[in-house]
């Protein structure tokens, strides 16, 4: 019997060791690749794009919102990511329509938090807004622009027209209520032409639908026809124009400079109070807390002054009042 090569069996044995070692290995590191791969694949997102789509999303099986876009990119049931989005969100709750359009946007619907960027306009019942961003809270109806805001819209009751530039908003105009702050800038035109048109700035204001009121504060300048007044704050009541109620309440180092035209010519007159009260339709305004009106070298001053736009009357209701004329010394 022939007894096979030694050196040969141990070449075999090794070549069969190393094998059963490199099986024995691989078996036992891919039950862990496959769970790892698993695991990697379930945490991505999973995403889908279309392209030149119509969207809608329903709740409780009434259509909620609905829009079109160049194209979306959605993530499940949580995310739609929108390029050039135009639609209308319907809130049937309060029987009102909002309608949007902006450059980008995108939806989350468990939140019902919509969020545009780039161009944005968002238009409801009581106006339009223009922002760089715009975000909408539809539960809590609730809109927050930043960047070149702008709103333009009619006063539901005056119908008044009314626009106002700021950096910031926020707005429920379900409420019928909504604050700019950061350089605030606009105007009011009467609903009636002839009526004039009154331009103002300040720091913030307030806007209240249902009470036809624009609130403003810090750095207030208000300017119509013939005066500019500047002052800390300001109330626009904007229902009181024809009406013999104040018109406007201001507030906090009140000035009032106006140009008149006289038979001596153009003279400019000049009031300062800690309080003034105007009243639209009797073209007067009524100064409290040490006033004072200054024209030319007259000065007058007293407990309660009232001044008439247009004309250089001047009342002193009070009796006490002080009343003191500059004139230069004659010469020697």
Do not use: W
Not at 9 to 30: D, E, K, W
Not at 211 to 221: H, K, N, P, Y
Not at 227 to 249: C, H, P, Q, S, W
């Amino acid at each position: 019997m022939r007894i096979p090569d030694l050196k040969s069996i141990i070449v075999i044995a090794l070549y069969l060791a190393l094998n059963t070692f490199i099986i024995c290995a691989s078996l036992n590191i891919r039950p862990d690749a496959d769970t790892r791969a698993v695991k990697a694949k379930a945490l991505a997102p999973e995403y889908t794009e279309i392209s030149q789509l119509e969207y809608f999303h329903v709740k409780n099986a009434v259509p909620q919102m609905s829009l079109s876009a160049e194209r979306m990119r959605s993530q499940g049931e949580e995310l739609a990511e929108f390029d050039y989005p135009r639609g209308v969100y319907n809130l049937s709750a309060q029987n009102r329509t909002l309608k949007y359009s902006a450059d980008r946007g995108h939806y989350k619907k468990a939140k019902e938090l919509l969020t545009l960027v780039g161009a944005v306009k968002v238009r409801s019942d009581e106006g339009t807004y223009v922002a760089d961003r715009v975000s909408y809270n539809f539960k809590k109806d609730l809109v927050l622009g930043k960047g070149n805001v702008r709103f333009d819209g009619e006063d539901p009751r005056t119908r008044d027209y009314l626009t106002v530039a700021s950096e910031r908003m926020r707005a429920n105009p379900g409420l019928k209520l909504s604050k700019f702050t950061g350089n605030v800038s606009g105007s009011l035109q009467r609903r009636k032409k002839y009526e004039g048109k009154l331009t103002f700035a300040s720091r913030e204001l307030q806007l209240d639908g249902n009470e036809s009121l624009a609130q403003l504060v810090g750095d207030v300048r208000l300017k119509r026809e013939s005066y500019d007044i500047t002052a800390g704050k300001a109330d626009v009541f904007l229902e009181n124009f024809n009406k013999r109620f104040k018109y406007f309440v201001l507030n906090d180092d009140v000035k009032v400079v106006e140009k008149l035209q006289t038979p001596e010519g153009v003279q400019v007159r000049k009031a300062f109070a800690e309080r003034l009260e105007g009243f639209g339709q009797e073209q007067k305004m009524l100064l409290t807390g040490a006033p004072r009106v200054e024209m030319g070298e007259d000065v007058i001053k007293g407990y309660r002054i009232t001044i008439r736009e247009n004309t250089d009357l001047v009342e002193v209701d009070d009796a006490m009042s002080d009343v003191q004329v500059k004139r230069e010394k004659a010469k020697d």
